[in-house]
């Protein structure tokens, strides 16, 4: 399949991943939101989550911060 055949394809999901304001590399964090989202409900603290999902997936704390946000965001 080539490139052009894939967007056609998904041209609508597209359209409205891009009007949400979303990358498509934006898939490759919920594993990390999905992690941070069952610890939250076990009852720690957003800090202590932050930290060792920071570590856990190499990458800042506020990179995680950055995540958390924008898949919390409402449209």
């Known amino acids: ?5 894939i967007l056609a ?3 609508e999901l597209l359209e409205k991943l ?3 304001g979303l990358n498509t590399s934006d898939f490759l964090y ?3 939101y999905n992690e941070y989202d069952r610890l939250k409900r076990d009852g720690l603290k957003k800090a202590y989550i932050v930290s060792f999902l920071s570590d856990q997936y190499n990458m ?3 990179k995680v911060y950055q995540v ?3 898949m919390e965001r409402s449209f």
């Open 1 to 5: 399949m080539k490139v052009h055949e």
């Open 9 to 11: 394809f998904n041209k």
């Open 60 to 62: 800042s704390e506020r």
């Open 18 to 20: 891009y009007s949400a």
């Open 30 to 32: 919920v594993g990390l």
């Open 68 to 70: 958390i946000s924008k």
